[in-house]
């Protein structure tokens, strides 16, 4: 099944099946030339202007019925620099490629998400992020960036060139320009242990700050209408190289977390009564288990079966207390909820409109398949993450306007200042947009 966006009769859709947008025209451009030059076209012609990488976001963020640039031609690794450790890369060029590429090189990102499907420039500008005790999103590890504005110009971006942009944009919601370039800082590849096990939501909840600071990378999966999760610890090792075997990999990967899975959730759709005892089966499927391979074998896993989601962070030290609370709603709501909830950490950073700007976070992910209705349980979820000042994921389902944020985010009115200078004409505004940032 592909993981990417469809593009079919002129209309676009996301990987979610959710959001649907018909552009006036689109275009492939192969040089940073081509697309400042089809910016410049489109602003002489009126045409509001978006890029989508992969459409793995649940929000409409990437959707326009102006000028849809599609970034696939603009990919590869311009630089490598191993004095500084870092590596240049095309800003349509997916996550996927660009591991393997700096494994080959005998290099690794420090931290990513768990999938890798997304190109960078799509998965930074949203602030994708994986689980992380000191090592934050991708975009946090952003040392550069070049960036084509609203009137063409190309803008290079860093701590010591235009700071304040750079401040912004790692994080852009491409409501700054259209990220061309990329520069991460990289390290030597390493490996990582793996250690994964069911454990009761209780301990998890009554050991939590244990277990988030006795390991590098702490997250677990809740299995809704159970007291059930599946935790994962990954932690640096000095090896041997230990990877999941091909037939170990397959059963539990493919064959359980995808195969048996895909077909428990059309069960689950057609017969909401029965997800309760889904839930239970499937909170019991994976057993315990240990590998040790290189990041991104085990930061990343396969994720076939479709849904839509929403994620909210809310301070770490509200983790706790709010995932309490998701949980007694579930149970006095009688929605039925197939997807496990997903629970994650990162540390705070200095990114304007990151979700963990400023403040270490937890993010609570929440989830239904695709074809169920999700708005009463992503309703009744929100009510709580707000509740808790929480942050919504930018590329995921959620509720909140400009006026919300600029209460939860201390910098909220400098991103907005900055929007101003680059974009006075809003050549890159979109309804999402307007609505998250305001006019």
Known sequence: MSTTASAKNGTWRNWGGNVTARPARQVAPASVDELAAAVRRAREDGLKVKAVGTGHSFTSIAATDGLLIRPHLLTGIRTIDRESMTVTVEAGTPLRRLNAALAREGLSLTNMGDIMEQTVSGATSTGTHGTGRESGSIAAQIEGLELVTADGSVLTCSRKENPEVFAAARIGLGALGIVTAITFAVEPIFLLTAREEPMPLDRVLAQFDELWAENEHFEFYWFPHTGSTNTKRNNRSAGPERPVGRLAGWFEDELLSNGVFQVAQWAGRAVPATVPAIARVSSRALSARTYTDIPYEVFTSPRRVRFVEMEYAVPRAALTQTLRELKSMVERSGLRVSFPVEVRTAPADDITLST??????????????????????????????????????????????????????????EFTALRDRLDPERLFQNDYLRRVLGA
């Open 356 to 413: 963990a700007s400023g403040r270490d976070s937890a993010y609570i992910a929440v989830h239904m398949f695709r074809g169920t209705p999700y708005q009463a349980y992503f309703t009744a979820a929100e009510r709580i993450f707000t509740a808790h000042e929480g942050r919504p994921h930018w590329g995921k389902v959620h509720t909140r306007d400009a006026e919300y944020f600029a209460r939860v985010y201390p910098r909220f009115a």
